[in-house]
C-alpha cells in the first residue's frame, strides 16, 4: 500500500531529522510558519496591486453610484 502524502512527508521530516520525531515536528511547524508567512506577504501584495489599480483608474462616462449611467474603465493616466 502506498503510504499518505502526510505519512511520506512525515518521514521525509523524521529522517532529515536523524530519526529525532520531536525535531522532525519542529522543523515541519518552522517550514510551515515561513510558507505561510510567505502566503500573506504575497496576499497582502496583490492586494495592495488591486488597489492601486482602482485608485489609478478612470471612468469615463456617469457614475452607477449616484444614479448616471455605469461608465467604462480606462487605462490610468502614466
Known amino acids: 500500500m502506498t503510504p499518505s502524502p502526510v505519512d ?14 520531536e ?8 517550514d510551515a510558519l515561513a510558507d505561510l508567512t510567505e502566503w ?3 496576499t497582502r501584495r496583490a492586494e495592495r496591486l488591486v488597489s492601486r489599480g482602482y485608485a489609478r483608474g478612470r471612468i469615463e462616462g456617469g457614475d452607477a453610484r449616484d444614479g448616471g449611467a455605469p461608465g467604462r474603465v480606462i487605462k490610468p493616466e502614466s
Request: charged fraction near 30%; proline fraction near 4%.
Open 23 to 30: 525535531e522532525a515536528l519542529r522543523a515541519a511547524i518552522a
Open 8 to 21: 511520506a512527508i512525515a518521514a521525509a521530516y523524521v529522517h532529515e531529522a536523524g530519526g529525532d520525531p
Open 40 to 42: 500573506e506577504r504575497r
